[in-house]
T-cell receptor, first 114, second 114 residues
Framework: DAGVIQSPRHEVTEMGQEVTLRCKPI?????LFWYRQTMMRGLELLIY????????DSGMPEDRFSAKMPNASFSTLKIQPSEPRDSAVYFC????????????FGPGTRLLVL | QQQVKQSPQSLIVQKGGISIINCAYE??????FPWYQQFPGKGPALLIA?????SEKKEGRFTISFNKSAKQFSLHIMDSQPGDSATYFC?????????????FGTGTRLQVML
């Protein structure tokens, strides 16, 4: 398996622009997680899905952030409008229903908002 | 109560030495304690994990020691090698309904010197 795939790997944008991050989970995994990693706050869970349905979005920082999972093999995290404080590395992770404590992380998207 | 406190923030160890990273938690509902290893530019990857009914788990040079009464657990890396240089995150898992949610420590940057 190719593992969790994220795109783009790097994104540089200007404040106010819309940013869309993409994730393809490992085939057969029922859970998908979005995390944000910064030096100041470490790894923070933003939202997670089970069978394409959002279960817990309490970590989403504000209404500018939204996430969707239209099918089992694709998810997006959108920031609109983006702000400099959104600069971080965003990780997608997936896990199977059995052994779901083990999360498999993608390589991350490094976002810089100028 | 959801926090996991990790120390030290950074650690320098000589090749062949023992690296020790400590974590503490408050929530007794946590039921699984993994350690993740992250290399620069990569996503975190599961290294080793323990459940609270076990006091120690060893996999090769990596050992988790778990003290349930003190609500503390630690990672020991024996015979540390330069290839172990990475950031290490402890985490604690809590079940929410049918899903599992990980809370991560703030990370320890380990440098193993020749």
């Amino acid at each position: 398996d190719a593992g969790v795939i994220q795109s783009p790997r790097h994104e540089v944008t200007e404040m106010g622009q819309e940013v869309t991050l993409r994730c393809k989970p490992i085939s057969g995994h029922d859970y998908l997680f979005w995390y944000r990693q910064t030096m100041m706050r470490g790894l923070e869970l933003l939202i997670y899905f089970n069978n394409n349905v959002p279960i817990d979005d309490s970590g989403m920082p504000e209404d500018r952030f939204s996430a969707k999972m239209p099918n089992a093999s694709f998810s997006t995290l959108k920031i609109q409008p983006s702000e400099p404080r959104d600069s971080a590395v965003y990780f997608c992770a997936s896990s199977p229903s059995r052994g779901l404590e083990t999360q498999y992380f993608g390589p991350g998207t490094r976002l810089l908002v100028l | 109560q959801q926090q996991v406190k990790q120390s030290p923030q950074s650690l320098i160890v000589q090749k062949g030495g023992i690296s020790i990273i400590n974590c503490a938690y408050e929530n007794t509902a946590f039921d699984y304690f993994p350690w993740y290893q992250q290399f620069p530019g990569k996503g975190p990857a599961l290294l080793i994990a323990i459940r609270p009914d076990v006091s120690e788990k060893k996999e090769g040079r990596f050992t988790i020691s778990f003290n349930k009464s003190a609500k503390q657990f630690s990672l020991h890396i024996m015979d540390s090698q330069p290839g172990d240089s990475a950031t290490y995150f402890c985490a604690a898992n809590i079940r929410t309904g049918t899903a599992s949610k990980l809370t991560f420590g703030t990370g320890t940057r380990l440098q193993v010197m020749l």
